[in-house]
Structures are given as structure tokens and as C-alpha cells.
């Protein structure tokens, strides 16, 4: 399994990829890798911080798992691959930016444009077993996705952060509020959406107006 991580965030990680956890989630992770299906492919188990390094960085959408259908994960939350069939969530992310801010439905869910913009669309779990939603949870990956977002809070100003439903509004608790504009709202997915607080929070047009107030390029959503 050879990974690499973008340079800008490799340097600022370095401190916890020598750890002990992250020495056993790697074991974890090639054993898995080597012996059954595991997604995204590993070369795009890092995906998020390839395409958007810390200093560009200006957005971060948290997460829960890797989609864990055949084809799907590409290793950016809530994106699937071009010519994939558009998850739930990502068809109500696309209808809320729609009413937002009028921008047409695409055809494709694969997100790499939002990457390339300054989004880092971090899973709290960065890989997943085929058919198995949740199977790498608890095996060390939430510890180091919490010191992503950490370095992000810590040492940078003026990110967005869109935290979208109880999991990640929790673990987005270790945020400096005071150095950031953090958003909450309900969790995209149908059966939490459909229920009121998903549809009409603005989120995507208060992003943008946060990033303009502090001279920032807004995101071509």
C-alpha cells in the first residue's frame, strides 16, 4: 500500500503519523487492503488533502464514512466518482445549493472541483470494507481526522466549517469558534433531511458572503 499525502500537510502531521495508534492503524488498513475490498482505492485514501493543501484551505465539510458500494468513494466526503449514480445526500446537497443560489443540478457527484477550490472534504473514517458501512470505525482513523481538524482550527483563521448533523457538529466541538464561521445544520440524507432543518439553511451563499467579507475568493459551488 504505498499512500502519500500532499507536502503541506504532511509536514504538519508528521507528529502523528509517529505515533502508536497511527503505526497500528497502518498495520490495519494493508492487512485489509491485502486480503479483502477495501474503498476508496488506496492511492485516493488521502484524496482530500491531495487536492486541497493547507495553505489553500478555506472550507472543510466533515464527513462520517466512505460510501462502501462498489465504484463509489473516491476519498472526498459526499463525492462518488464521474458516471456513478448521485447518492441521496449529495442529490439534497445539490437541491439546497440549487434554491441557495440558483446553480443548475450537475450530472456528475464527483466533487474534486470543490477540492480544487479550497474545500477539504474530510471523512472522520478514511476507509471502509465493501458492503460494510462503519467497519473501520474505531480502529484509529477518528483520532487522526480529529487532528486534522485541530491543525486547521489551530492554525489557521477565517475557515469555514460546515458541520451537518449530530456526528459531525460533535466532532467539530474542538473548533475555535471565535477564529472561524462555523455552520450547523441537520444532516443532508433523506431520512434526516426530509424532516426539516436540511432545505433552506443557506449554508453554500453564507459561505461564500463569510469568505468575501474577509477578502477571500468565494467557492464556485
Same mark, same amino acid.
Given at each position: 500500500?504505498?499512500?502519500?499525502?500532499?507536502?503541506?500537510?504532511?509536514?504538519?502531521?508528521?507528529?502523528?503519523?509517529?505515533?502508536?495508534?497511527?503505526?497500528? +492503524? =497502518?498495520s490495519?488498513? *494493508? #492487512?485489509?487492503? &491485502?486480503?479483502?475490498?477495501?474503498?476508496? /482505492?488506496?492511492?485516493?485514501?488521502?484524496?482530500?488533502?491531495?487536492?486541497?493543501?493547507?495553505?489553500?484551505?478555506?472550507?472543510?465539510?466533515?464527513?462520517?464514512?466512505?460510501?462502501?458500494?462498489?465504484?463509489?468513494?473516491?476519498?472526498?466526503?459526499?463525492?462518488v466518482?464521474?458516471?456513478?449514480?448521485?447518492?441521496?445526500? +449529495? =442529490?439534497?446537497?445539490? *437541491? #439546497?445549493?440549487? &434554491?441557495?443560489?440558483?446553480?443548475?443540478? /450537475?450530472?456528475?457527484?464527483?466533487?474534486?472541483?470543490?477540492?480544487?477550490?479550497?474545500?477539504?472534504?474530510?471523512?472522520?473514517?478514511?476507509?471502509?470494507?465493501?458492503?460494510?458501512?462503519?467497519?473501520?470505525?474505531?480502529?484509529?482513523?477518528?483520532?487522526?481526522?480529529?487532528?486534522?481538524?485541530?491543525?486547521?482550527?489551530?492554525?489557521?483563521k477565517?475557515?469555514?466549517?460546515?458541520?451537518?448533523?449530530?456526528?459531525?457538529q460533535?466532532?467539530?466541538?474542538?473548533?475555535?469558534?471565535?477564529?472561524?464561521?462555523?455552520?450547523?445544520?441537520?444532516?443532508?440524507?433523506?431520512?434526516?433531511?426530509?424532516g426539516?432543518?436540511?432545505?433552506?439553511?443557506?449554508?453554500?451563499?453564507?459561505?461564500?458572503?463569510?469568505?468575501?467579507?474577509?477578502?477571500?475568493?468565494?467557492?464556485?459551488w
Open positions: 500500500m504505498d499512500v502519500k499525502i500532499e507536502q503541506s500537510w504532511k509536514e504538519r502531521l508528521e507528529p502523528e503519523f509517529a505515533k502508536p495508534y497511527f503505526t497500528e +492503524l =497502518v490495519f488498513v *494493508k #492487512e485489509e487492503y &491485502s486480503t479483502k475490498q477495501i474503498f476508496p /482505492p488506496a492511492k485516493q485514501i488521502f484524496n482530500a488533502f491531495n487536492y486541497c493543501s493547507f495553505e489553500d484551505c478555506k472550507v472543510v465539510i466533515l464527513g462520517q464514512d466512505p460510501y462502501h458500494g462498489f465504484g463509489q468513494a473516491n476519498g472526498l466526503c459526499f463525492s466518482n464521474d458516471g456513478v449514480r448521485i447518492p441521496p445526500s +449529495l =442529490v439534497n446537497i445539490f *437541491k #439546497e445549493i440549487n &434554491s441557495d443560489l440558483g446553480k443548475p443540478i /450537475p450530472n456528475s457527484g464527483n466533487l474534486e472541483r470543490w477540492a480544487k477550490q479550497g474545500v477539504l472534504l474530510l471523512n472522520a473514517t478514511l476507509t471502509v470494507e465493501s458492503g460494510k458501512a462503519g467497519s473501520h470505525q474505531n480502529k484509529g482513523w477518528e483520532r487522526f481526522t480529529d487532528a486534522v481538524i485541530k491543525c486547521v482550527s489551530d492554525e489557521k477565517n475557515v469555514v466549517f460546515m458541520l451537518w448533523g449530530r456526528y459531525a460533535d466532532k467539530g466541538s474542538i473548533i475555535h469558534d471565535k477564529n472561524h464561521f462555523v455552520l450547523k445544520s441537520k444532516h443532508p440524507s433523506p431520512m434526516s433531511a426530509n426539516g432543518g436540511w432545505f433552506g439553511n443557506h449554508h453554500f451563499s453564507q459561505a461564500n458572503a463569510y469568505l468575501e467579507s474577509k477578502g477571500l475568493e468565494p467557492i464556485n
